[in-house]
C-alpha cells in the first residue's frame, strides 16, 4: 500500500511539473526583478545619506553578509518544510523590504535593513534553485537555464522600469510600486508550486559538511561567478583604460556580456537534453577561455567586446548545470546540496572581483583577465566530473 501511495503521488508531481515550471519561472523573475530595483536605488540612497564610496561599500557588505549566513542554514530548513513554503515566505519578504532602504536614517539602520534583504534574496535564491532542480526531476528534461535566463530578465526589466520610474517618483515610492506589481504576479501563480512535501525530508537533518562531489560543484560555482563578477567589476576599467575605449564602448562590454549570457541560458535546456551537462560546461568552459583570448589580443574596444560577448555565451549555462547536478543528489540531500554551492557561488561574487583587483593593482587589468581565462580552462577540465550523473 505504502509503494502505491508513492507512486500516485510521483505521477501527482509529474502531472503539476509544468505549472510548477511556470511557477518557478515568475520566482526567478520577481527575484531577478527586486534585484535590479534595488541597483537603481543605490546612487540616490548614497546621496541622501552623503555616503562615500568606502562607506557605501561597508553597507553593501552587510546584505552580502546576510545573503550568505541565511543560505548556510537554508539545506535544513528546506529539508524540514520543503521549497515551496520557503520560496512563498521569502518572495513576500524580499518585496517587502525593498522599500526600506530608502527610508532609513542613518548608516546603521541602512546595515541592518540591507542584512535582512539580503538575507531574504539569499534563502530564496537558495530553494529557487532548488525546487526548480525538482521540477527538473518530475518533468524529465531540463529547465534550469531557463530559469536562470528568466533571472537575468527580471533583473533588465526591474534595473530599466525603475530607473525610467525614478524619474518622477522618489525612490520609496517607486520601489513600493514595483514591489506590489512583483507580488501581485507571484500571488497569481505561486499555488502552482510543487507542494512542500514533494522535497521535504522524512527526518529533517542539521547543518551538515557537504561531500567531495557538493565540494567539487561549489568550487566550479565560485570559479563561474568569480569570473561573472570580474566581468562585471573590470571589463568597463579594461575597455577604457587599458584599451583607450570611449565612454560609451566601454559601457557595452558588460552590457554585451550580459545580453550573450541571456540568450545563450534561453537556448541552455535544448542544448543540454541533445549533449548532456557535461559537454554543455566543457563546451561553454572552453568557449569563456576562447572570448577572453579574443578580449586580450589588443585587436582594440570594439574586438573586446565582441570577446566578452562570446564569454558570456561560454559562461551562460554554466552555474544552471551545476545547479542541475547539485539537484540531482539522493532524495533528502538536494537541498543541503543546493545550499552548499549557493553560498560557496556567492563567496565567488563577493571575493573574486575584490582578489582580482589586488592582481591588476600589481600588474594590469589584463593580466587579471588572463587568470580568468585559466579559471575557465580549470572549469573545463574538471566539468566531466563534476557533472558525470547530469544527462
Known amino acids: 500500500m505504502q509503494t502505491a501511495t508513492q507512486d500516485f503521488t510521483i505521477r501527482e508531481f509529474a502531472d503539476r511539473a509544468p505549472g510548477a515550471r511556470l511557477a518557478s519561472l515568475v520566482a526567478f523573475f520577481v527575484n531577478g526583478s527586486v534585484f535590479g530595483v534595488w541597483a537603481t536605488q543605490i546612487p540616490a540612497i548614497k546621496d541622501h545619506l552623503d555616503l562615500s564610496p568606502g562607506v557605501l561599500g561597508v553597507a553593501l557588505l552587510c546584505l552580502a553578509a546576510g545573503a550568505l549566513t541565511a543560505m548556510v542554514g537554508t539545506g535544513p530548513l528546506l529539508g524540514r518544510v520543503g521549497s515551496a513554503p520557503v520560496i512563498r515566505l521569502t518572495a513576500v519578504a524580499f ?30 535564491d537558495v530553494a529557487m534553485n532548488a525546487h526548480g532542480a525538482l521540477v527538473e526531476r518530475h518533468l524529465g528534461r531540463p529547465i534550469m537555464s531557463s530559469l536562470h535566463g528568466m533571472w537575468s530578465l527580471g533583473g533588465l526589466f526591474g534595473a530599466g522600469v525603475g530607473g525610467l520610474l525614478l524619474q518622477v517618483l522618489p525612490p520609496p515610492v517607486q520601489a513600493s510600486i514595483l514591489a506590489a506589481a512583483l507580488l501581485a504576479l507571484f500571488f497569481a501563480l505561486h499555488r502552482r508550486l510543487l507542494p512542500g512535501s514533494a522535497d521535504q525530508q522524512a527526518e529533517p537533518t542539521g ?55 541571456a540568450v ?30 579574443v578580449a586580450l589580443t589588443g585587436g582594440g574596444p570594439v574586438v573586446a567586446v565582441a570577446g566578452f560577448g562570446l564569454t558570456g555565451l561560454g559562461l551562460s549555462n554554466v552555474v544552471p548545470v551545476l545547479f542541475s547536478a547539485a539537484g540531482a543528489k539522493a532524495e533528502g540531500e538536494a537541498g543541503q546540496a543546493i545550499a552548499a554551492v549557493a553560498t560557496l557561488g556567492y563567496a565567488g561574487v563577493l571575493t573574486g572581483p575584490a582578489l582580482l583587483g589586488f592582481v591588476a593593482e600589481a600588474s594590469t587589468v589584463g593580466f587579471s583577465f588572463a587568470l580568468v581565462a585559466a579559471l575557465a580552462l580549470v572549469i573545463a577540465a574538471a566539468s566531466s566530473r563534476a557533472v558525470a550523473q547530469q544527462g
Open 264 to 293: 545563450g541560458r534561453f537556448c541552455g535546456d535544448r542544448l543540454r537534453q541533445r549533449f548532456g551537462g557535461p559537454v554543455l560546461v566543457r563546451a561553454g568552459a572552453v568557449l569563456a577561455f576562447a572570448g577572453l583570448a
Open 207 to 261: 547543518l551538515a559538511l557537504p561531500d567531495r562531489g557538493t565540494l567539487l560543484l561549489g568550487a566550479l560555482t565560485f570559479l563561474a561567478f568569480m569570473s561573472e563578477g570580474a566581468i562585471l567589476d573590470w571589463s568597463a576599467v579594461y575597455l577604457r583604460e587599458d584599451l583607450g575605449g570611449a565612454a560609451s564602448i566601454a559601457a557595452l562590454g558588460f552590457a554585451v556580456f550580459s545580453g550573450a549570457m
Open 95 to 124: 518585496a517587502l523590504i525593498l522599500p526600506l532602504p530608502a527610508l532609513m536614517p542613518d548608516l546603521l539602520s541602512l546595515c541592518a535593513v540591507l542584512f535582512l534583504f539580503g538575507a531574504a534574496g539569499g534563502t530564496m
